[in-house]
């Protein structure tokens, strides 16, 4: 895998997975852009050795396709902002505008996908279909292969990949996982962000003094058990906390009310 750094730019489209879920006022006004400002240097690092831009992001947990409530489209201006430089928003993630729309970048230019959640194969979960069928089992393998479409078409887009979304990257979400399989090792690499935090983590895990403690928060266990089970036998006190505590607390006989949990 390439690094930033080493990797020439010049005349090239980069597709940059971001992390822009932002918290928004009921004026679609961001509120917070912690994480906008945590990949300008990645962006600028590709504008200035004469690459164009193409971001994507998801936004918030939308419930239907084109609920303007998640549109990235609402974070325009902060991003305009923090880069100083227009922003050219595609509208949606998939269709012939998008498409046309990075094929028509200059280097300079940086264009904004459409809310990637939108579409149900970013995620790759099968809507409305019970779990534990049948119908769901096929439902998940025909996502699969709808979601491999979807990230290969996102891909088709650039000339080379970047992943600068470390919030994200633990999901094997079609921009953060799927996508990577079509670019060559030559042409996919870290963001600055990314780059920062996994040094940092690799550091922490090879060189920490004991005693070793790791605090890690969230909503949603279940996508981070493979972390906390590779973290058990490296530390010597591991404190869960967030909305998945609650899930600990239920399985271990506690009462936790109506509580955001996982059974």
């Known amino acids: ?31 917070d852009d912690t994480r906008i400002r945590a990949a300008i240097p990645t962006i600028r690092k590709v504008l200035d050795a ?13 419930k239907k396709n084109n609920d303007m409530k998640y549109s990235l489209g609402q974070i325009v201006p ?34 904004l ?22 119908e769901y089992d096929q439902a998940k393998a025909e996502m699969k292969d709808r979601q491999k479409e979807f990230a290969k078409k996102l891909a088709s887009y650039a000339d080379v990949y970047v ?14 996982a799927v996508i990577a399989d079509y670019f060559d090792k030559d042409h996919k690499m870290l963001g600055l962000l990314m780059e920062k935090e996994v040094t ?19 909503s949603k266990v279940s996508s981070k058990l493979g972390v ?14 967030g909305g998945m505590g609650y899930t600990f607390i239920k399985a271990l006989g506690g009462k936790i009310g109506m509580s955001l949990h996982e059974d």
């Open 163 to 176: 992943n600068d979304a470390f919030g994200t990257a633990h999901r094997k979400h079609a921009s953060t």
């Open 50 to 62: 004469g690459g164009s831009v193409i971001l994507m992001s998801h936004l918030g947990r939308p």
């Open 113 to 134: 996908l459409e809310n990637l959640r939108f579409y149900a194969e970013e995620e790759g979960k099968p809507v409305g279909v019970e779990k534990g069928t049948p």
């Open 78 to 111: 902060a991003i305009e902002k923090l880069l100083g430089k227009p922003v050219i928003f595609a509208g949606d993630c998939m269709g012939e505008k998008a498409a046309e729309t990075a094929r028509n970048l200059k280097p300079g230019e940086v264009m």
């Open 200 to 218: 940092a983590i690799n550091n922490v895990m090879k060189n920490a003094q004991h005693p070793f403690t790791a605090i890690i928060g969230g």
């Open 1 to 31: 895998m390439f690094k930033i750094d080493s990797y020439d730019f010049k005349g090239k489209r980069a597709i940059i997975r971001v992390d822009f879920n932002v918290p928004l006022d009921d004026k679609g006004q961001v509120t």
């Open 228 to 241: 906390i089970k590779n973290l058990l036998d490296k530390v010597d006190n591991l404190i869960i906390g």
